[in-house]
């Protein structure tokens, strides 16, 4: 059974500081690995994904992840955070090679900014 | 814009009654989902389909029912609605190809309570 874990429930930063998600995923062949961002009272929302290639992907508003398949890890980060990041973040896996791919979601880490 | 609008943003039901929500996407998108997001848990997969008037079971399909009358149209339907249905309801699209099925576009969601 494919799982996603997000070790934290709640991260809390200051405005500038750096910041980094975890999550780790149980799966050992192909695997798609996304991170989702809700704000509060909203849908979720796309911010980046990794299939192959290079391990370190970018999204939008400076945030990246890395992949590493010794650790089963894809760690979200960001070097500067901004108050406007406070939101809920959701990791995500998907098995590859599939006719349908199911996602199946972490239970979310609420990441507070302090100004 | 293309999107993804749910209706209603909010609903309180009595139990025992048939409770609909509805969905719209103007992606053009074949998959339509239905996902549920409790507190702790992440978003559950309760129903999806991949073209007209099919829909599929998702992981938690028990007590509720889906319908997909049109590409752009999807429909949750609680026939009997019950106190541990209480929660938000997210409905997604994606495209038909497997890196396009794991890039969701999200709806803001409907607020369930159940009295």
């Known amino acids: 059974t494919q799982t996603v874990s997000q070790s934290d429930a709640h991260v809390t930063v200051f405005e500038g500081d750096s910041v980094e998600l975890r999550c780790n995923y149980s799966?050992?062949?192909?695997?798609?690995l996304s991170w989702y961002i809700q704000h509060h009272g909203r849908g979720l929302q796309f911010l980046l994904k990794y299939y192959s290639g290079n391990p370190v992907v970018q999204g939008v508003n400076g945030f990246e992840a890395e992949f590493s398949k010794s650790d089963s890890s894809f760690h979200l980060r960001k070097a500067s955070v901004h108050w406007s990041d406070s939101a809920v973040y959701f990791c995500?896996?998907?098995?590859?090679?599939?006719?349908?791919?199911?996602?199946?979601f972490g239970q979310g880490t609420s990441l507070s900014v302090v100004p | 814009e293309a999107a993804v609008t749910q209706s209603p943003r909010s609903k309180v039901a009595v139990t025992g009654g048939k409770v609909t929500l509805s969905c719209h996407q103007t992606n053009n998108h074949d998959y339509m989902y239905w996902y549920r997001q409790d507190t702790g848990h992440g978003l559950r997969l309760i129903h999806y389909s991949y073209v007209a008037d099919s829909t599929e079971k998702g992981d938690i399909p028990d007590g509720y029912k889906a319908s997909r009358p049109s590409q752009e149209n999807f429909s949750l339907i609680l026939e009997l609605a019950s106190l541990s249905q209480t929660a938000v309801y997210f409905c997604?699209?994606?495209?038909?190809?497997?890196?396009?099925?794991?890039?969701?576009?999200f709806g803001a969601g409907t607020r369930l309570s159940v009295l």
């Open positions: 997604a699209s994606s495209g038909r190809d497997w890196l396009s099925q794991n890039t969701l576009y």
């Open positions: 995500a896996a998907s098995i590859g090679s599939s006719s349908f791919s199911k996602l199946v």
């Open positions: 799966y050992g062949g192909s695997i798609y």
